[in-house]
């Protein structure tokens, strides 16, 4: 798909079906994060591919804001191997986890698959809930799937302010 239509085509889908997601296109979208940038090509993102009902179950538990899809990737970060940016006060591993879910959301997107990112959620009970290493953070999950035949954009989906409201040249 040509860029401009994945970025413009894109949403955030709420309601999921039942269809499999295909290996192939799961394998594109994970690609897809495997090559996005990190701070000093650390490369600390960890993806969690979740398929299995009972780990589904736990995640549910844990966010009333999964929407049925029947793969979920849990994107986290090794907090031992980030950059700290001078100043010590910031590090890169919540930026590039988000860069590498950026990228497979719009991965997804090319392949016509639907997502959503969801980040309503207490990390470290997900993390507890997973059994996922004590040295990674979870940024975000992203559902992935096809979209129920209901399922669509939200009303406010192709609402956006003016590029004057939210750019300034200086």
Known sequence: ME???VINERYSCKKFSEKVLEDAKLQAILEAGRLAPTAKNLQEQHVYVVRDPAVLAKIDGVTPCR????????????????FTYPG????SGVEDATIVATHMILAAADEGVNSCWINYFDPEKLASALELPENE????????????PEGG???NHTRR??????VTYI
């Open 137 to 148: 953070d979870v940024l975000m999950l992203l559902d992935l799937g096809y979209a129920a």
């Open 67 to 82: 929407y049925g899809a029947p793969v979920v990737l849990v994107v986290a970060f090794d907090r031992n191997n980030v």
């Open 88 to 91: 010590g006060k910031r590090d």
């Open 3 to 5: 860029f401009r239509k």
């Open 153 to 155: 954009p939200l009303a």
């Open 161 to 166: 302010k003016d590029l004057k409201e939210t």
